[in-house]
């Protein structure tokens, strides 16, 4: 595992000792059921954008509330490992928010970055990321990979065989 995992009470401390170094933050965050080629690609934009990517992984809760029930098929704990274990990634904490807002203002960072499924104008926290002086950025690949479409095509595999 290359990046550290933190528990959601230290990310006020987090942030404040890396601006106290100087250093650019940089914040993703998600579901990352069942990792794809989207999020590493999502991740790997994200970390070109600051001198440290902190990920913020949703909570199991948070995951069956915005996806619906069956989901997560992975644990929280076990989603956060994965996504630590991706280079670009520097720091991962598990939040139980339905949108980042709240540990957006703990962390602070100087961008704030979601993926192409969005648009500036439609990040859910958009007005909180503006109120500290953040700024928000799309990046990533198009939409062309997803979760629910990985999950749909392994159950239309397995009734074939």
Do not use: W
């Not at 404040?16 to 250093?23: M, S, T």
């Not at 998600?30 to 949703?58: K, M, Q, S, T």
């Not at 280079?87 to 993926?115: M, N, Q, R, W």
């Amino acid at each position: 595992m290359s990046a550290t995992l933190i528990p959601r009470e230290e990310v006020r401390a987090l942030g404040n000792r890396l601006r106290r170094e100087g250093r650019r933050i940089a914040f993703a965050n998600g579901c990352f059921d069942i990792l794809h080629v989207g999020h590493v690609r999502y991740l790997e934009e994200a970390r070109c954008l600051g001198d440290v990517l902190v990920v913020g992984v949703n909570s199991d809760r948070a995951v069956t509330a915005l996806k619906g029930e069956g989901r997560p098929i992975l644990p929280a704990e076990g989603r956060a490992q994965l996504v630590a274990a991706l280079e670009s990634v520097d720091y991962v904490v598990i939040f139980d928010g339905l949108t980042a807002a709240e540990i957006l203002l703990d962390l602070l960072p100087d961008v704030h970055c979601k993926g192409t499924d969005y648009t500036e104008e439609t990040v859910p926290e958009r007005e909180v990321v503006k109120s500290f002086g953040g700024e928000v950025r799309i990046v990533g690949d198009p939409k062309n990979h997803s979760t629910r479409e990985l999950l749909a095509e392994i159950s239309r595999r397995a009734q074939g065989e």
